[in-house]
């Protein structure tokens, strides 16, 4: 399994980004992908999933209504596209993979904040 996201920079606040986790050695039809982010100072939180199925979505309170999660199976990339962005949105977002059958979304993003290699992460910033 190995995920590369991309797409980070810097934006003002309002302002939008499209996140990518290029995925490689799974299938994306059976493995749950989540989005992550680490502000400075703070712990890890669970951003955003999306299950194996393509159809379930979970979305943190705090971006609802402002991220939408997706896919493109040809291209084995997993997007984040991020909207009406907001200086507290800023940290470096990873990407992450669990298989997903069998368990819901908030398991699947549990067992994904279990693992150990996370990659480098993409660093978003939003200026006030």
């Known amino acids: 399994v190995q995920l590369q996201a991309s797409g980070g920079g810097l934006v003002q606040a309002g302002g939008s980004l499209r996140l990518s986790c290029a995925t490689s050695?799974?299938?994306?039809?059976?493995?749950?992908v989540g989005w992550f982010r680490q502000a400075p100072g703070k712990e890890r939180e669970g951003v955003s999933c999306l299950s194996g199925s393509g159809g379930g979505t979970y979305y943190a309170d705090s971006v609802k209504g402002r991220f939408t999660i997706s896919r493109d199976n040809a291209k084995n990339t997993v997007y984040l596209q991020m909207n009406s962005l907001k200086p507290e949105d800023t940290a470096v977002y990873y990407c992450q993979a669990a298989p997903g059958w069998g368990i819901t979304l908030v398991q699947a993003m549990g067992v994904m904040e279990g693992m150990n290699s996370w990659g480098k992460g993409t660093l978003v910033t939003v200026s006030s």
């Open positions: 050695g799974f299938s994306l039809d059976y493995y749950a």
